[in-house]
């Protein structure tokens, strides 16, 4: 089936320093959706995209409009509220597919 | 908007008991998904309806598991005879239908434990 290879699995940062996530298809996906999970285990939608490029604050996520085989989600000037599990996820076909999810990265943001 | 409402937020069951787990979807959302998130699985699909009617059911273990959507305003996945192997987080997502907009809201989920 699809598959969404999601690194790195685990991630540290500094506080104040910049990162990236990146997730790989295996096939040509429609959309991809951002994710944080906090510590209640909630699934905080950061960002949804059909293409190019969306920021919000200090993150910014892309998704290759080419061939529509890898986002990423990247992390400017790092702060501790930014620990936490990310999730991307995509769909193969629009709106209402499932979703495939990658398996996580766990970040810590340390002082 | 509260957003997403599941419960219970924790269940623990004897193996080979019933457990029925409740979604409320966003108030106008007309898609609702159910998933699975275990430590070695991830984030699993499980289920979704569309205005109410069962679209894809490809995820639900052929048995035990069934979900319904009686009416629009809430969802329910049941598990029959639960095993150890079922104890997992579930996870309720709601989204919009409005075009194309696939944005998933997830509820905090629902942990359930089988001893």
């Known amino acids: 089936g699809d598959q969404v290879e999601q690194s790195p699995s685990a991630l540290s940062l500094h506080e104040g320093t910049d990162s990236a996530l990146r997730c790989n298809f295996t096939t040509t996906m429609r959309s991809v959706q951002w994710f944080r999970q906090n510590s209640r285990g909630s699934l905080i939608s950061l960002f949804y995209?059909?293409?190019?490029t969306k920021e919000n604050g200090r993150l910014k996520s892309a998704f290759d409009s080419k061939e529509r085989r890898y986002s990423t989600l990247h992390i400017r000037d790092a702060q501790l509220e930014d620990s936490g599990t990310y999730f991307c996820a995509a769909s193969a076909s629009s709106s209402f597919s499932k979703l495939v999810f990658g398996q996580g990265t766990s970040l810590s943001v340390v002082p | 908007n509260a957003g997403v409402i599941q419960t219970p937020r924790h269940k623990v069951t004897g193996k080979g008991q019933e457990a029925t787990l409740w979604c409320e979807p966003i108030s106008g959302h007309s898609a609702v998904f159910w998933y699975r998130q275990t430590i070695v699985q991830g984030l699993e699909f499980l289920t979704y309806?569309?205005?109410?009617?069962?679209?894809?059911d490809s995820g639900m273990p052929k048995e035990r598991f069934s979900a319904q959507m009686p009416n629009q305003s809430h969802s329910t996945l049941k598990i029959q005879s639960t095993q150890p192997q079922d104890s997992a987080v579930y996870l309720c997502?709601?989204?919009?239908?409005?075009?194309?907009?696939?944005?998933?809201?997830f509820g905090e989920g629902s942990k359930l434990t089988v001893l």
């Open positions: 995209l059909a293409s190019g």
């Open positions: 309806f569309r205005n109410q009617a069962p679209i894809d």
């Open positions: 997502a709601s989204s919009l239908d409005w075009g194309n907009t696939g944005q998933l809201y």
